[in-house]
């Protein structure tokens, strides 16, 4: 059976894939600045003789064919990029790169997505069709790589029938996965907000316009955008993670500098919403005596799971892994650029579970302590290499 034939591939090349992933780990980049580990992947695929190009400055595109005709392609997807973290993991393949860290698992995406080329190599003569193996740069920085590699022609020569990632998930236990159809993630965009007012001593406030309390007065009234504006139907944050006065105990200072983010899962209201949110903060500086300079960075659209797609992708899951190592998933309202092949072809983005309570392999990702089990890579190899031909129709 094919199943039998990957779970043995998959298990003959863990330790390699494992290497693979810790030297990555070990040799972290950040977004836009992958240049050694776009190197190491184009290493690695010629070493099974798949041809590649490189696209987006530092992605790289794989193509394979099986030996049988057929114009169905399937793209498979993995980041490669890191996050400015300093890691305090207390392991071998510890981060050798100050201050950058592979804290949301694209070490594991990558490694696995090349365990999968090796697997398929070995296994051209299974499958008719091609597998576009996505190699893609800066998923954590706008405008994202998949934005890039998009516009650059990743989805033609050939155009895929079905785009597929998969992402690592700490509150999924090793050897499950994890999938929603329909709308998953949410989109995301960047606010930063500038309040002006006049500066002075602390003890004379009537001689001055204090960006402070013109800037509080904003933070909270900008949350009934969600409370009392948004369609209860559509999922929507508001959050304010960065405020600078700089002021002191007696100075009121000039002005106020405001940073945010707002997320939702319907792009008509979220154009309402970056409407609303300005004009309400400009109305409030202006009523109180100050000025508010109101700019939002479109970033990521929401990421949707192709329904037809999903559930087969789903079923092919649940025929490797069995029924019961097959969950659902939650709405989620981080973001990914995944979202951009979503919006522009059938996409399934689905969870791979890394987490091992017996091992403390439990932290979320975007800390220091992040690291998975690293048994979930035979999974995720396999897995992906099942999913692959048999939405080739093999």
């Known amino acids: 059976m094919l199943k039998d034939k990957i779970q043995i591939l998959a298990a003959e090349i863990r330790d390699e894939v494992i290497s693979n992933r810790r030297h990555l780990h070990q040799n972290p980049e950040l977004s836009y600045k992958e240049f050694q580990t776009s190197a190491f992947v184009a290493a690695e695929l010629d070493k099974l003789s798949i041809p590649y190009q490189k696209m987006a400055n530092t992605g790289?595109?794989?193509l394979l064919s099986g030996t049988k005709h057929s114009d169905l392609v399937v793209a498979l997807r993995a980041d490669m990029d890191a996050l400015p973290i300093t890691e305090l993991n207390k392991v071998a393949y510890i981060s050798k790169n100050p201050g950058v860290m592979h804290a949301c698992g694209h070490d594991v995406h990558t490694s696995s997505l090349l365990g999968t080329a090796r697997i398929l190599?070995?296994?051209?003569?299974?499958?008719?069709?091609?597998?576009?193996?996505?190699?893609?740069?800066?998923?954590?920085?706008?405008?994202?790589?998949?934005?890039?590699?998009?516009?650059?022609?990743?989805?033609?020569?050939?155009k895929p029938d079905a785009v597929i990632?998969?992402?690592?998930?700490?509150?999924?236990?090793?050897?499950?996965v994890g999938f929603r159809s329909g709308k998953y993630m949410a989109s995301t965009d960047e606010i930063y907000v500038t309040v002006h007012g006049k500066g002075g001593h602390g003890a004379q406030p009537h001689q001055n316009i204090d960006p402070v309390v013109i800037t509080s007065h904003i933070i909270i009234a900008l949350q009934q955008i969600v409370s009392r504006v948004a369609d209860p139907k559509f999922p929507s944050v508001l959050s304010f993670g960065k405020v600078i006065a700089n002021g002191a105990t007696n100075v009121i200072p000039n002005e106020v500098k405001l940073e945010g983010t707002f997320r939702t899962m319907d792009e008509n209201w979220r154009k309402q919403a970056h409407q609303k949110m300005k004009k309400m903060a400009e109305g409030i500086?202006?009523?109180?005596?100050?000025?508010?300079?109101?700019?939002?960075?479109?970033?990521?659209p929401?990421?949707?799971n192709e329904e037809k797609l999903t559930a087969k992708v789903r079923a092919y899951a649940e025929?490797?892994?069995?029924?019961?190592?097959?969950?659902?998933?939650?709405?989620?309202?981080a973001a990914e650029d995944f979202a951009y092949y979503s919006q522009v072809a059938d996409a399934c983005f689905y969870r791979l579970g890394t987490r091992n309570e017996e091992r403390g392999i439990t932290s979320s990702v975007h800390t220091p302590t992040f690291d998975v089990d690293e048994k979930s890579l035979e999974v995720s190899t396999g897995l992906m290499a099942y999913i692959a031909i048999k939405q080739l129709g093999n």
């Open 60 to 62: 790289i595109v794989g």
């Open 121 to 158: 190599a070995q296994l051209k003569d299974e499958f008719a069709g091609t597998i576009k193996f996505i190699f893609q740069p800066a998923e954590e920085k706008l405008p994202g790589g998949a934005s890039l590699m998009i516009k650059e022609g990743v989805l033609e020569n050939p």
């Open 165 to 176: 990632g998969q992402h690592v998930m700490p509150l999924i236990d090793c050897g499950k």
């Open 285 to 300: 500086a202006e009523a109180m005596g100050g000025s508010c300079d109101f700019n939002i960075v479109v970033g990521y």
């Open 302 to 304: 929401f990421l949707v």
């Open 319 to 333: 025929g490797y892994l069995g029924k019961e190592n097959v969950e659902d998933l939650d709405i989620w309202m």
